[in-house]
């Protein structure tokens, strides 16, 4: 996990730093924060895409035939390095080093994911590729038992980072030293917990602080909660609770967003163009982009609402139950569009179809927001050691939770359910947030009764042992591994 701060001001003490040389060969020294901080993060840009000219890729056609990803693959270590470009001789080490880790966790995650979108026939999605100029400043240090990077805290509402760095000998102004600090300072918004390396952002004036997920003790409290994530309730739980974003928020945002866009709109159409396109192309006015600035900046608030709300609607879940079962998530449904309705009247012809790009960009947003809430739900419940379970969505919301009976009619609407077989009401969302919490108990059920007849002791073994053992920050990889390798999706 990591927490993201904003960056007040830099400031550079000690040596003056030595930034390369000028086009004319003479050398570069600065204390410029907006150059010192654009130079770290060239330098950890180059140091990236060194690496990762190194990738291969599988030559598209033929099978199992490795070409190198860049026509000139770099295999220089830091060291050399160095010694070639003069510009990296000053650059701390540990940034260079979070390279290393960097590109390989990138590259791998992309491949695996890659893999898993064709073997779930969709599209594989882009080659994870070089780090370009466009993408921002940014660097990485690695702690290092403290030697990357030191925190320290000045009141309540300020602290700052201090990286330091040496020039090397040959590069230093007589009598200024070789040593030199670039203090990073940011507002303490909250606790800075131990990290492992800290993320600076140049380009958006944000640090983060990467740290393992703590180990939250879990007071048993007896209860278990079914819960359904859908569109029109956020999440509905078994005990009838809806749970829903702040809407009243969001719309109001929506409606300014919306009022900036239609200003822009505006500006396109005054300066005589159909659409956007070729307005863009021919060069937008300052207006136009002051406009489209500060409708991203309400989209960033929108997405920093309802992260908030899922961080803590989710941590509620968590704190308050002993056993969480949801939905198997079902990626193939996520992105399927409605079905083109044929004109019976014009043959060759569609009538709408309730799908235009508008709603697909909402529909996508709304579904990764869901996705989002489940992960969060799941990751937070293993760090408590509390049973997380899935199981399968078929029927959940045609079933009948009072008599059991199953049929498509029974959901009268969005909203209602109403059973045909016994006359049962109820929020359609809670009769399936019900439904899969039986589910889930029958297969928890299911467990201890295999686990009795093998001769072990009953579940309780089992939901022991998700706990993280006491006392140690758990890697990443073993919590990735334990996420996966759960029993899970069981019927
Ligand atoms: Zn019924």
Partial sequence: MSRKYRIDRVEVTGATPFLGYDRCGAPMYSRDPERVMSWLG???????????????????????????ISDNPDMRSIKETREDCSWLGSCPDLILLSCQYLENTEWFAATKRRKTN?????KPGPMPSFRRKRSGLRFTVLRNNGKGYRIVTYSRKHA???????????HRIPGDGARFQVHIHFRLSRPVLDSTSIHVNWTARTISFTSPIPEHDHTPTGRRTGIDVGVRHEAALSDGRL???????????????????????????EAGYSNAKPYLKHGPSKRYLELGRQARALQERKTRIITDWQHKTSRWLVDRHDLIVMETLQAANMTRKPKPKPDPDKPGQWLPNGHNAKRALNKGMQQASLSRLRGMIEYKSKAAGITFLTVNPAYTSQTCHHCGHVAKENRE???VFHCHACGWRDNADVNAAKNILTDGLRILQAQAVAEARSGRDTSETRIQDTRPQA??????????????????NTR
């Fill in 160 to 170: 700052e980072v201090i990286i330091g760095g040496t020039n090397p000998a040959g």
């Fill in 118 to 122: 064709v073997k779930h026939g969709r």
């Fill in 42 to 68: 060239d330098a950890w840009r180059y140091r990236f895409n060194q690496l990762r000219s190194r990738r291969s890729r599988y030559l598209m056609g033929a099978k199992n035939v490795l070409v190198p």
């Fill in 243 to 269: 749970l829903d974003l702040p809407l009243a928020k969001l719309k109001q945002l929506d409606k300014r967003i919306d009022k900036l866009q239609r200003a822009q709109a505006r500006c396109v159409r």
């Fill in 413 to 415: 609407s969005q909203a």
């Fill in 471 to 488: 006392g140690q920050a758990e890697p990443m990889a073993v919590l990735q591994r334990r996420k996966t390798g759960r029993t899970g």
